[in-house]
């Protein structure tokens, strides 16, 4: 989309959308079987799913820099975390709990 004085005006990459979802969100299962059984369709199976996104706030880089972790701004204030709590209960809706966070931003 262009502005008016012809700047071309494009979503982050980084940032949260209003219904709770992240950019940058990639899930990946892995299926465990019972090595002990030599069949499919005997002995168990678990399921650990990992999903890694965006931080799910408001918040941008300017990638403009050449710099190699360009610091990241907090664009817009939410002090009760609703774009936080819409993320997560969307992910307690498809995975169930618990949910284990980990901060990987430093």
Known sequence: MREPDGA???????SVYLKGDVANEVETEQIVH???V????AGSYSSYVQVRGS???YWSQDISTMMPKPPIRLDQADP???IAA???D??????GSPIIIFNLVK
């Open 90 to 95: 969307q992910m307690l809706q498809r995975f």
């Open 86 to 88: 819409l993320h997560f």
């Open 80 to 82: 009760y975390a609703n």
């Open 8 to 14: 071309v005006q494009q979503d982050s990459a980084d």
């Open 38 to 41: 030599m069949s499919f369709t």
């Open 55 to 57: 931080v799910p706030l």
């Open 34 to 36: 019972d090595a002990s």
